[in-house]
T-cell receptor, first 115, second 111 residues
Framework: GAVVSQHPSRVICKSGTSVKIECRSL??????MFWYRQFPKQSLMLMATSNEGSKATYEQGVEKDKFLINHASLTLSTLTVTSAHPEDSSFYIC???????????FGEGSRLTVL | KQEVTQIPAALSVPEGENLVLNCSFTDSAIYNLQWFRQDPGKGLTSLLL?????REQTSGRLNASLDKSSGRSTLYIAASQPGDSATYLCAAIYYGQNFVFGPGTRLSVLP
C-alpha cells in the first residue's frame, strides 16, 4: 500500500521560533495533501488542504499566515508553524489520498512542543 | 450538514470477546467508508476501505460492513486481543475533497 512519511516525529522549540514539518508521499504522486491538528483524546481537525502548484485551502478559523503550507512537488508538502507559541503545541498529522475519493493514507504524525 | 458519529465512545472488554463498533453518517451519498486505527501518539493506520458498491470487507479478524441506505457502518473484531487496544475512527469519504471523520471509539482489551 501507499506510504506517507512525516518528519520530524517530535520537535521541541522555543516560543517565537518557526518550525517546519514535512510530509512525503512515497508510493504515488499526490496532487493534494491534507494537514490536521489533533488535541489529546480528540479526533482530527482538518486545518488545510494542500494543492500542488497552487495556494492551500484553509479551513475556517485557521490562520494562513500562522500555518504556512507549501506543496512544491507532487511528493512533498510542508507545514511551517510561524512564530510558534505554547498554544500551538499539538499533534500534527498529514494525509493524502488516491484519486478524488480514494483511500486515505496518513503520516506518522509530528508532536510539536513549544516552550 | 455532513456528520459522522461513533458509538460507543469508549469500550472495555476482556480478551477473547467479539465486539462491534458502530459508525453512522448523515449524508448517505458516500463514495467510500474507511476504518482506521490510531495508537497513542501515532498517526492513523488504515484498516479497511469499503467502496459504496460493496457491502463488506474483511481482513483477518476484522470485518466491516456498510449499509448506505441506513447511513451506518460497523466494524466487527473477532476474538479480541490486548494488542487491539487503540482508538478506532471511521471516515465517510465523498467525491471531491470532502471527507468527514467520526470522533472515534477508544477500545481497551484487558488481558
Amino acid at each position: 500500500g501507499a506510504v506517507v512519511s512525516q518528519h520530524p516525529s517530535r520537535v521541541i522549540c522555543k516560543s517565537g521560533t518557526s518550525v517546519k514539518i514535512e510530509c512525503r508521499s512515497l508510493d504515488f504522486q499526490a496532487t493534494t495533501m491534507f494537514w490536521y491538528r489533533q488535541f489529546p483524546k480528540q479526533s482530527l481537525m482538518l486545518m488545510a488542504t494542500s494543492n500542488e502548484g497552487s495556494k492551500a485551502t484553509y479551513e475556517q478559523g485557521v490562520e494562513k499566515d500562522k500555518f504556512l503550507i507549501n506543496h512544491a512537488s507532487l511528493t512533498l508538502s510542508t507545514l511551517t508553524v510561524t512564530s510558534a507559541h505554547p498554544e500551538d503545541s499539538s499533534f500534527y498529522i498529514c494525509s493524502t489520498r488516491k484519486g478524488q475519493a480514494g483511500e486515505l493514507f496518513f503520516g506518522e504524525g509530528s508532536r510539536l512542543t513549544v516552550l | 450538514k455532513q456528520e459522522v458519529t461513533q458509538i460507543p465512545a469508549a469500550l472495555s472488554v476482556p480478551e477473547g470477546e467479539n465486539l462491534v463498533l458502530n459508525c453512522s453518517f448523515t449524508d448517505s451519498a458516500i463514495y467510500n467508508l474507511q476504518w482506521f486505527r490510531q495508537d497513542p501518539g501515532k498517526g492513523l493506520t488504515s484498516l479497511l476501505l469499503i467502496q459504496s458498491s460493496q457491502r463488506e470487507q474483511t481482513s483477518g479478524r476484522l470485518n466491516a460492513s456498510l449499509d448506505k441506505s441506513s447511513g451506518r457502518s460497523t466494524l466487527y473484531i473477532a476474538a479480541s486481543q490486548p494488542g487491539d487496544s487503540a482508538t478506532y475512527l471511521c471516515a465517510a469519504i465523498y467525491y471531491g475533497q470532502n471527507f468527514v471523520f467520526g470522533p472515534g471509539t477508544r477500545l481497551s482489551v484487558l488481558p
